[in-house]
C-alpha cells in the first residue's frame, strides 16, 4: 500500500522513517545484510492503498500459536492498525507484485492485542510494553498464516545479553527501494532503567518497528526464539535519531500475559498500574543496601546519590542516582553488578566508603571472615579490590556483627570503618586507604545494649565535621549519634521509641536522595516488602515520608 500510515499517528522517531542518521556510527558499527527474507517475517498494509507503493508499514512475525493465526509487532504498530479499516499482513513481502502474486500469500488482519497502559512513542516506563499482536484470518485459499509461513517461537527473557539476529523491513525511500529484509546479527545489552534491550547496527530506519529480535536464529528457515522486538522507548528510537542504536522490549510476565490472551482470543482484561524497573524489583529479597556516588555524581552536583543493593539469591545492582525533584523519583537507571548465584551470596555486610578518589568504593565482609575493599564502583562493576584481612579470620568471621563506612575523623576522607560485636563493644577503624584493618580504637567497651542493634546507617544529618549514625534496635528504637569521632560515643537523640515500627525496618540506608546533596535521607525497606524514603531527617526526628514501592 503506497506511502502508509497510520491515521493520527505520531513520529516514531528514528523508525519513522528518518532519511540518514544525524551522527555517524562508531568505527567498528557492523551494518544490515539485505537478502530474500523469510515467509516467518513480513510487513503489514491497510485500507485501500494498493500493494507496490513507495513505504512500507511496519514488521511483523508470525509466532507458534494452537490457532496458528497469531502475528507478533510492536505495540506502536498495533495501535495503527487498530484505527484501520482494513489491514493485511503480507508474509515475506516481494516489491512489484500484486496480492494474487505473493508468495505466501496475503492474510486479512482481523484483531489486535495491546497492552492497556501502553503509550505510542512514550518515554515513560509503559514503552518497556511496546509490543501488540495481531489476529490473522484465513489467506483466499482458506490456510491459516503459521501453516503457510512457519513460525517463530515466543520467549521471554530475564537477562539483557543475548546473542540474537534483528530483523526488519526499512521502507525509506533511498535506502531500500527494493523492500528488501535486512538482518543484523548483534550482542545486546541493557537499555538502562528500562525493561529493554538495546543494539547497535546501522540501517535500522521507518518500517523496522515490530521486526522480531531472534535467538538461536536458523538463517536458513528463519526460526528461532523471539526474545523481543523493535520499539520501546521512543517507538524504539533514541533521542538522537541514530539509525545505528535500537531498543527492543525484553519479554516478562507483563508480554506473556499478553501472549496468553492473543493465543486464546481473550478480550484484554485492565491491569494494575505499570511502574519502572526499580518499583517492580522485589524489594522483599533486598538484604543490603548502601549509596554512594559511584557513577559520577558529586555532592556539589545535581545527580543524587547511587544505591547499591544486594539480593538474597546473590545479584548485586546498582541503580543510579537521577535529577529529578520529585522525591518519588530518586533514580534514573538500572545496572546489574553481578548475576544471581554470585560470589555475592556470601556477602554479610556492605558498606559505601571514599578513599580519597574521585567515585566512591565499597567495604564487604564475606562469610569466611575475607574482608575486602574495592576502591570504587561503577556501573561496569567493582574495582581496586584490596584484602584487608584473609579468609579464614575468625574475628571477622565469628564477632563481627553490624559495620558502617563514614568520615569519623575530622579532615579526613570518608574511609573510616565503625564496628559492631558480638559482645556490644563497638570499635572504630580509621582511614582504611592508609592503615588496612590495624588502626583500631574502641569506643564502647563490653555491654549488654549493643548487642541489639539491628541496622546501622551513616549520614549528615547535623552539619558536624564528622558524620553522624543512625542505629535502629531490635525493639524498634531509633537512634541518632552525632558527629561520632573516636573519642567516644555523642549522646544520642531518640529518632523513635521502642515499640514503634521501625521494628519492621528490615534494611536502611542513608544518602543524599533529594535535591539539597546533603546525605540526610534513609531509605528503609520493610519487612513486607515496601520501600520508604525519608528526606531531610534530623535531631528533631524523621519527615516526610514518601512510599516508593508496594509490598511484594
Known amino acids: 500500500m503506497s506511502d502508509a500510515v497510520p491515521a493520527g499517528a505520531a513520529p516514531l522517531a528514528v523508525h519513522a522513517g528518518v532519511a540518514a542518521a544525524r551522527r555517524p556510527p562508531p568505527s567498528g558499527t557492523p551494518g544490515p545484510e539485505h537478502f530474500a527474507g523469510h515467509p516467518t517475517v513480513g510487513t503489514f498494509f491497510f485500507d485501500s492503498t494498493p500493494l507496490g507503493g513507495k513505504n512500507t508499514f511496519?514488521?511483523?512475525?508470525?509466532?507458534?500459536?494452537?490457532?496458528?493465526?497469531?502475528?507478533?509487532?510492536?505495540?506502536?504498530?498495533?495501535?495503527?492498525l487498530e484505527k484501520a479499516t482494513h489491514r493485511i499482513f503480507v508474509p515475506q513481502y516481494v516489491s512489484g507484485k500484486p496480492a494474487a502474486d505473493q508468495p505466501y500469500g496475503v492474510f486479512p488482519v482481523t484483531r489486535v492485542y495491546i497492552d492497556p497502559r501502553y503509550e505510542a512513542n512514550s518515554k515513560k516506563p509503559v514503552s518497556d510494553l511496546d509490543l501488540a499482536f495481531t489476529q490473522t484470518g484465513p489467506d483466499s485459499h482458506g490456510r491459516q498464516v503459521e501453516d503457510v509461513a512457519g513460525a517463530l517461537t515466543f520467549t521471554p527473557a530475564t537477562s539483557y545479553t543475548h546473542h540474537v539476529t534483528v530483523l526488519g523491513y526499512p521502507s525509506a525511500e533511498g535506502v531500500n527501494p527494493q523492500h528488501s529484509l535486512i538482518r543484523c546479527p548483534v550482542t545486546t545489552g541493557q537499555l538502562p532503567g528500562f525493561r529493554q534491550m538495546s543494539m547497535v547496527c546501522t540501517g535500522f530506519y521507518g518500517g523496522v518497528s515490530?521486526?522480531?529480535?531472534?535467538?538461536?536464529?536458523?538463517?536458513?528457515?528463519?526460526?528461532?526464539?523471539?526474545?523481543?522486538?523493535?520499539?520501546g522507548y521512543n517507538g524504539g528510537g533514541n533521542d538522537t535519531n541514530d539509525d545505528w542504536v535500537t531498543y527492543a522490549p525484553l519479554y516478562g510476565k507483563d508480554a506473556q500475559d499478553l501472549f496468553t490472551d492473543a493465543a486464546a482470543h481473550r478480550t484484554v482484561n485492565p491491569r494494575p498500574p505499570y511502574y519502572?524497573?526499580?518499583?517492580?524489583?522485589?524489594?522483599?529479597?533486598?538484604?543490603?543496601?548502601?549509596?554512594?556516588?559511584y557513577t559520577g555524581g558529586s555532592a556539589g552536583g545535581k545527580r543524587r546519590m547511587d544505591l547499591i543493593v544486594r539480593w538474597d539469591d546473590?545479584?548485586?545492582?546498582?541503580?543510579?542516582?537521577?535529577?529529578?525533584?520529585?522525591?518519588?523519583?530518586?533514580?534514573?537507571?538500572?545496572?546489574?553488578?553481578?548475576?544471581?548465584?554470585?560470589?555475592?551470596t556470601n556477602a554479610l555486610s556492605i558498606t559505601s566508603v571514599n578513599t580519597g578518589g574521585a567515585a566512591d568504593g565499597l567495604t564487604v565482609r564475606w562469610s569466611d571472615g575475607e574482608m575486602t575493599l574495592y576502591t570504587s564502583v561503577d556501573a561496569k562493576g567493582f574495582h581496586g579490590e584490596k584484602r584487608l584481612a584473609p579468609a579464614k579470620t575468625a574475628l571477622w568471621r565469628d564477632n563481627a556483627q553490624l559495620m558502617t563506612g563514614g568520615r569519623f575523623t575530622p579532615g579526613g576522607n570518608?574511609?573510616?570503618?565503625?564496628?559492631?560485636?558480638?559482645?556490644?563493644?563497638?570499635?572504630?577503624?580509621?582511614?582504611?586507604?592508609?592503615?588496612?584493618?590495624?588502626?583500631?580504637?574502641?569506643?564502647?567497651?563490653?555491654?549488654?545494649?549493643?548487642?541489639?542493634?539491628?541496622q546501622l546507617t551513616t549520614g549528615s544529618f547535623t552539619g558536624k565535621s564528622t558524620d553522624d549514625i543512625i542505629v535502629r534496635w531490635n525493639d524498634g528504637?531509633?537512634?541518632?549519634?552525632?558527629?561520632?569521632?573516636?573519642?567516644?560515643?555523642?549522646?544520642?537523640?531518640?529518632?523513635?521509641?521502642?515499640?514503634?515500627?521501625?521494628?519492621?525496618?528490615?534494611?536502611?540506608?542513608?544518602?543524599?536522595?533529594?535535591?539539597?546533596?546533603?546525605?540526610?535521607?534513609?531509605?528503609?525497606?520493610?519487612?513486607?516488602g515496601h520501600l520508604s524514603l525519608f528526606t531531610g531527617i534530623d535531631a528533631n526526628g524523621l519527615h516526610n515520608e514518601t512510599q516508593l514501592t508496594p509490598a511484594n
Open 58 to 80: 511496519c514488521t511483523g512475525s508470525v509466532v507458534h500459536t494452537a490457532v496458528k493465526d497469531i502475528v507478533l509487532t510492536a505495540g506502536h504498530c498495533g495501535l495503527g
Open 210 to 231: 515490530g521486526g522480531p529480535w531472534i535467538e538461536d536464529y536458523d538463517p536458513v528457515n528463519g526460526t528461532g526464539k523471539v526474545i523481543g522486538n523493535t520499539g
Open 276 to 293: 519502572p524497573a526499580f518499583v517492580r524489583a522485589s524489594w522483599k529479597h533486598a538484604v543490603q543496601m548502601t549509596a554512594g556516588y
Open 314 to 344: 546473590g545479584k548485586v545492582t546498582l541503580y543510579q542516582g537521577g535529577d529529578s525533584n520529585e522525591p518519588a523519583h530518586p533514580f534514573a537507571a538500572e545496572f546489574q553488578l553481578a548475576p544471581r548465584k554470585s560470589i555475592w
Open 414 to 454: 570518608r574511609d573510616d570503618l565503625l564496628v559492631t560485636w558480638k559482645d556490644g563493644h563497638v570499635s572504630l577503624f580509621t582511614d582504611l586507604a592508609a592503615n588496612a584493618l590495624k588502626k583500631q580504637t574502641q569506643i564502647i567497651t563490653k555491654n549488654a545494649t549493643w548487642p541489639y542493634a539491628r
Open 477 to 528: 528504637e531509633t537512634t541518632l549519634y552525632p558527629g561520632l569521632t573516636a573519642k567516644g560515643l555523642p549522646a544520642e537523640t531518640k529518632l523513635r521509641p521502642a515499640k514503634s515500627e521501625w521494628k519492621d525496618a528490615t534494611v536502611i540506608t542513608a544518602g543524599a536522595f533529594t535535591t539539597n546533596t546533603s546525605a540526610n535521607d534513609i531509605l528503609a525497606r520493610w519487612n513486607d
